[in-house]
């Protein structure tokens, strides 16, 4: 079938976006279905920083690649084998395809599938395939999803069922954001009520990590940022304290006001000087993780001494640490009563043809989630 899709043909690209035009809207031809894949009629995509990082060159992924990976759709078509789901299903992507049949698989670490991550590397659907074509010349998936286009050709370990009263706009943002953000809050930290957390970098996955430390109970949560306007929507949403992340002095006024430092110190920007900020906020014996993708040439120096005579933990934290088919309809459930009102995080919708200057805003830090609405 012929279809519009948003095509990445070079990177890095120059900003704005808005001028330079790195996505192109291309018709392509899209293959039917192989093997336990399913052909699905994307409902919403939602714009993220990882697509920003395959654009500005700071995560390298095979060009030309239609982009897209946070996002929910509708089933059209069942490949052969998959017998689990039927046409009309609403069903969310994970960026991560797990096989359930590997070492990470097997130990409940899907966002670690080592054929899963692989694939994404190569640019390939789970099976080895590209089912994307261009006058000819294959293209590229990205992270097996590629959701910013009208449908798309996905494995069946790419999708997690849900409920249709979920509407597909907002469904979108548990792909990514959600499982990102929740997830580095519920499985990598495991933060119990009555702690303390940060957050450092509040853009969508970091003001959902702010949603899940509040659905966990958590006693103290403080948010941190460049932006005024986003340590206000923070203090909306839950946060206990806000500090401005310019402010010269708001590590020592953070351990001031939270005797000595949180129990847990979150980096959601992508960023290593966000990340130490991050560390030196934690407490002895606390817990820093980070979520954020940051340039992969980039460095952190820690003092070693300090792991140790303080047994602080450092961890990394990729897809949340979750298995998607368990935690994706958990965390729904959560927002179906209240506890997780990820549709706050909403800056609105916009259509394909304006994806451009979608990536201006979210690059300038103007909005939280936009989603392409199909």
Do not use: W
């Not at 659905?215 to 929507?233: E, H, Q």
């Amino acid at each position: 079938m012929r279809i519009r899709a948003a095509v990445l043909r070079r990177a890095p690209v120059e900003r704005p976006y808005a001028v330079s035009r790195p996505l192109s809207i291309e018709t392509v031809e899209l293959d039917p279905p192989g093997p336990d894949e399913v052909l699905v009629k994307i409902g919403g995509a939602g714009l993220c920083h990882s697509d920003l990082s395959v654009i500005n060159g700071d995560r390298v992924r095979p060009v030309p690649v239609a982009l897209g990976h946070e996002a929910s759709a509708m089933v059209e078509e069942c490949g052969p084998g998959v017998t689990d789901l039927q046409r009309g299903d609403h069903v969310v992507m994970s960026f991560v395809p797990t096989c359930g049949f590997c070492s990470p698989c097997r130990e409940g670490r899907g966002a670690l599938c080592e054929p899963g991550n692989a694939a994404n590397g190569r640019g390939t659907l789970l099976s080895g395939a590209r089912r994307i074509r261009c006058d000819g010349e294959e293209l590229n998936h990205h992270s097996g999803v590629s959701a910013f286009g009208e449908y798309a050709v996905v494995s069946r370990r790419s999708v997690v069922r849900i409920d249709k009263d979920i509407p597909l706009v907002e469904a979108a943002l548990f792909g990514c954001a959600v499982m990102t953000g929740v997830g580095a809050v519920v499985n990598t930290c495991n933060v119990r009520a009555g702690q303390s957390v940060a957050v450092v970098g509040l853009g969508g996955v970091g003001l959902s990590a702010l949603l899940g430390a509040v659905a966990c109970g958590a006693a103290r949560i403080v948010a941190v940022d460049l932006s005024p306007d986003k340590l206000r929507i923070a203090e909306d949403l839950g946060a206990t304290d806000t500090f401005l992340a310019s402010d010269p002095e708001v590590a020592e006024q953070i351990r001031a006001a939270t005797g000595g430092g949180v129990d847990h110190a979150l980096e959601m920007a992508g960023s290593v000087k966000a990340f130490d900020l991050a560390y030196r906020i934690t407490r002895r014996g606390g817990t820093t993780a980070t979520a954020g993708l940051a340039n992969p040439n980039h460095v952190l120096t820690l003092p070693p001494v300090g792991l140790v005579g303080e047994e602080r933990i450092v961890r990394g934290s990729y897809m949340g640490s979750c298995v998607p088919a368990r935690d994706i309809p958990r965390y729904i459930e959560l927002y179906r009563r209240g506890r997780l009102p990820v549709n706050k995080l909403m800056s609105g919708t916009s259509p394909l043809d304006q994806i451009n200057e979608g990536l201006d805003l979210l690059d300038q830090g103007k909005v939280i989630r936009q989603v392409i609405a199909m």
